[in-house]
């Protein structure tokens, strides 16, 4: 065989293989509405989709496949004007009581108050771990990048490609991780104003209905769960399972930069300094580096 020859099977293996854990941005083929689809839509060919909130219903969307470990991202123009009382929920989650799961929670708040960024992971059904932050542009007027990249090392919140949340894994140390269970993953729009917007006391004006929140591109770049065979499968170090490289078992010293720009500038809850909170018996991870 001539060395041409052996790179471009190569070359053509590694794309298969690449292509194998590659979901693209169409949400006909992706996704489906899991409630409210009868005041939602998707638009053009198939690249753009709208969730909608009134007093009949909010709405929401599911992947049609699960993934264990990867990389998911949406480009997401949230709810303008006065949105207070409304979330916007991007998360992944398996099902069940010890259920895994990894979120972005997106605060409405009264015209001209910026969104809150609501951040949690639940592992065997155990969550708590809340950190929140704002933001530093609008989030309305535009569409954002948000991922949430997650491997057998850690898991990093990405906004517009700048991490703002880390969480690694210590499981060695008797810290709990999600990686035993396929997350799908959702989004809706919903009512939650008995405690999204200053804890409730703001509730949401229906005479600003209806919300409307757009989405665009989801791409997941994931492994596709089979199983518990994926356990072993979608933690090999692999060039397939190209999320198990060394340059992504820790963030970069740029990267580290940027996410201590974010917590030092952005953050306003965190649930690791919440000392009354734990009544001083605080989550074993808080006193892990997490970056």
């Known amino acids: ?21 590659m979901v693209h941005a169409n949400f006909p083929k992706s996704m489906y509405f899991n409630w409210g689809a009868h ?7 198939g690249d753009d ?35 207070a009382g409304t979330v916007t929920a991007y998360y992944l989650s398996s099902t069940g009581a010890k259920h895994d799961e990894i979120d972005f929670e997106f605060l409405g708040n009264s015209t001209g108050e910026p969104y809150t960024v609501h951040t949690n992971i639940y592992t065997q059904g155990q969550g ?33 490609s700048v991490p703002i949340r880390v969480f690694r894994n210590y499981e060695s140390e008797g810290i709990a991780y999600p990686n035993q269970q396929g997350m799908r993953v959702y989004s809706s729009l919903w009512n939650a104003d008995n405690w999204a917007t200053r804890g409730g006391l703001v509730k949401i ?6 919300f409307v929140a757009n989405y665009r591109r989801f791409r997941a770049r994931a492994c596709k769960w089979n199983g518990p065979v994926s356990i072993s499968q979608c933690a090999i170090p692999t060039r397939a399972n190209w999320w198990t490289a060394p340059g992504y078992q820790q963030l970069s010293y740029s990267q580290q930069g940027q996410l201590k720009w974010v917590r030092d500038n952005y953050m306003i809850y ?13 989550p074993p991870e808080c006193s892990k580096p997490q970056f």
């Open 205 to 210: 004006d229906w005479t600003a209905a209806p």
């Open 1 to 21: 065989m001539t060395g041409s020859r052996a790179f471009f099977i190569v070359v053509f293996v590694l794309a298969v293989a690449f292509h194998s854990s």
């Open 270 to 282: 965190n649930y690791c300094s919440d000392f009354k909170r734990f009544n001083g018996q605080m």
């Open 128 to 160: 708590n771990r809340e950190q929140q932050f704002k933001l530093w542009f609008d989030p309305t007027a535009n569409y954002h990048n948000y991922t949430i990249h997650w491997n057998p090392t850690e898991i990093v919140w990405y906004v517009d």
């Open 39 to 45: 005041h939602s839509s998707i638009l053009g060919n």
């Open 49 to 83: 989709l709208r969730l909608v909130l009134d007093q009949t219903s909010g709405s929401g969307i599911q992947s049609k496949k699960a993934f264990l470990f990867g990389s998911i991202e949406m480009l997401i123009k949230l709810v303008p004007g006065n949105s």
